[in-house]
């Protein structure tokens, strides 16, 4: 074969090399410039009044499924919410037959508040499939006094004046369903790969203005671990039964408020709740491919393309560069184009991680592993799209989700 027929093939790779770190450098600009614009469209909680004087009855619903790890911290922090003296709470721990010391902890604290009701839910009906904790928040509402109510999740934390600042602000803008995205608070290295990562994904694929905006019906999210209901709309839309099939039931509700002709807001709330939603990689893993794959819609194409995507943001960069040194030191002339265009690809990432992390208010941690997350995260997008379609390992906490 001729010597320049060679030199071409050789080239070949490098020139492919460079195009595909181009396009991910440009992908990293958009992506993050989305990032922003979602960010700053986000509607913020308005401080609490000092000269408040009244707010409505609230009715809290913890559905709690083996949460001995959380549910006294949990509580503790509810029951130290602060409020107006004609403000009325009432705090219900609904054990979702848990096998571990959940029951006897949440009775304990109850022992001590008599705002605190605890009650093991019957066994769930054959009828359906009710899956996750909907069979649990059903069987709580029923028991429920207050004008509104609470929905929180066990490994949630609220600040002091939570529950009274998001009741004020759900009476001013006339609010169904106000839900908080709280702050993410990251303990194990897993976490710390993927958490922050997935945040961002979030706010890019579900945009605050889409979300907020009543026309775009097609665009409706909540943060499960914070969800607020005026009863009255809670019941209008069939209750926590109008979803009690759906995996991923706090964007089934924010749809269903929207579809009703009711007003959903999703603000952030960094300053009002904070979550550690996994403590280790099998959690992480199971709770992720449970919801990815649903909260894309059940749609193939985009489960998969998203995990083209992630890879092409979140990998490419850092595979470039280091490609483009070796070929440097072994002195390819286009080694030197991929290792500038891959590296500025690389810097626009950790530019925006930075930023990103800044407005969560978290550290910029382990941002050097965002090839690391990354992959992860592309693995977790295709085994959401084969656990939900096939029912394989498809799991939460134990429990099969299979139909």
């Known amino acids: 074969m001729p010597i320049d027929r060679l030199s071409e093939l050789w080239h070949g790779p490098w020139v492919m090399g460079i195009a595909i770190a181009f396009v991910s450098l440009v992908a990293n600009a958009e992506f993050y410039r989305r990032f922003q614009a979602s960010i700053r469209s986000a509607p913020r909680l308005d401080p609490i009044e000092d000269s408040i004087a009244s707010l409505p009855t609230i009715t809290v619903v913890i559905p709690a499924y083996n949460e001995a790890a959380n549910i006294t911290d949990c509580l503790t922090a509810i029951l130290a919410n602060e409020w107006p003296d004609s403000a009325a709470m009432q705090v219900i721990v609904a054990d979702d037959e848990s096998t571990d010391e959940t029951l006897i902890l949440a009775e304990m604290t109850a022992e001590k508040d008599e705002r605190v009701t605890v009650f093991t839910v019957p066994p769930r009906p054959t ?96 943060a499960g671990p914070f969800m607020l209901f005026r009863r009255t709309a809670y019941e209008q839309i069939g209750t926590h039964a109008a979803v009690a099939t759906d995996t991923v039931e706090d964007f089934a509700l924010a749809r269903l408020i929207k579809a009703s002709g009711l007003t959903l807001r999703y603000v952030i709330g960094l300053d009002v709740a904070q979550v550690r939603m996994y403590r280790s990689f099998g959690d992480l893993w199971e709770g992720w491919t449970k919801n990815f794959h649903i909260a894309a819609g059940r749609n193939a194409f985009l489960t998969i393309s998203s995990a083209g995507a992630v890879s092409l943001i979140f990998v490419v960069p850092w595979v470039g560069l280091a490609l483009g040194i070796v070929g440097a030191l072994m002195q390819q002339p286009l080694a030197i184009w991929l290792m500038l265009t891959a590296g500025l690809a690389v810097a626009v990432q950790v530019y925006g991680r930075v930023e990103s992390a800044r407005i969560v208010a978290q550290p910029p941690k382990y941002i050097w592993l965002g090839w690391l997350g990354g992959g992860i995260i592309s693995a977790i997008c295709l085994a959401s799209w084969i656990k939900t379609e096939t029912g394989w390992g498809w799991t939460w906490r134990g429990r099969s989700l299979a139909e």
Not at 129 to 138: D, N, P, Q
Not at 192 to 209: D, Y
């Open 127 to 222: 009828d359906k499939a009710w899956r996750g904790k909907t069979w649990a928040c059903v069987q709580a509402a029923k028991r429920a006094t207050g004008e509104y109510l609470l929905f929180v999740d066990t490994d949630v934390r609220l600040e002091p004046w939570a529950i009274a600042r998001t009741l004020a602000n759900a009476q001013t803008y006339q609010t169904d369903l106000l839900s908080c995205a709280p702050k993410i608070i990251c303990g194990c290295f897993s976490e710390w790969l993927i958490q922050p990562i997935m945040a961002t994904l979030i706010a890019v694929g579900f945009s605050f203005e889409g979300v907020n905006d009543p026309k775009q019906l097609d665009k409706a999210a909540a």
